[in-house]
């Protein structure tokens, strides 16, 4: 699933090539995209529409438009957007300078969803706790997340209301920079740990969003071009493979049954 880094490449690449853009016609051919809402009122609504800014909040796309609605996207699985015809088109967007951009789902998970303005910060609010990169993500903000559950770390870090737009990927390769096993109770950790692991938060996105995001799967960014992430990952699809910092052979477990990696020298389980 894309994550922080992978939205964050699409935004900026859709950005340039939608903002100041009519939407001359929409075609949205799959219900499930919209649902529970209709796909031709959603197509109607923003059909005539001008794109006046892409942002990202979270994993989620939000495309604002100049009525004052937006279009809000999450990719899920395989969502991903293209200039270029492909199959698997879920819908298609025909821009006013004669581009193409269509939005294609293998898996059919992603969803599309219109909101007035006034409704777009209290949803994103109430599905996304503060952006990693931005203030509001601090050690103090962690600890007080993490003194409250027992629950492995690496599944709270997991949590959008926690940090929003960090997924299965990132919260491997952050846990490894920041020296602290996945597995550990989120309430058992010092202060000065807690502290590694929001810097290491933070590095582990920015290494993401530098080389554009990792190509995994069918996720490939608008402009055609893959990511290069995937060649940097430390732990994450790794096991048998040697710790890049202390050679120990990386170990795979899971964490709230997701697949996850981790050195278990450079992060022990404290006996
Ligand atoms: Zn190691």
Known sequence: MPELPEVETIRSQLAPRL???KLVRVEIFDPRLTRPHDLFEVAEELEGDTVVAVERRGKYLLVRLESGLGLLVHLRMTGSFGFVP??????????????????????????????????????????????????????????????RRKAPLKAVLLDQHVVAGLGNI???????????????PANGLADDEVRRVVR???????????RQGSTLRDYVAPDGASGSMQDEFRVYGRDGEACTRCRTTIAKTRVGGRGTWFCPHCQPLPM
Do not use: C, M
């Open 170 to 184: 990132y919260a491997d390769e952050a846990l490894w920079r920041a020296r602290v096993n996945p597995l550990r």
């Open 19 to 21: 903002e100041g853009r």
């Open 200 to 210: 290491a938060i933070r590095a582990a996105l920015r290494a993401g969003i530098e």
């Open 86 to 147: 492909v199959s698997h088109e879920r819908a298609v967007l025909e821009l006013d300078d004669g581009s193409r951009l269509a939005f294609r789902d293998v898996r059919r998970f992603g969803t599309w969803l219109v909101l007035e303005d006034a409704d777009l910060e209290p949803y994103l609010a109430a599905k996304n706790g503060p952006e990693p990169l931005g203030p509001r993500f601090s050690a103090d903000w962690l600890a007080a997340q993490l003194g």
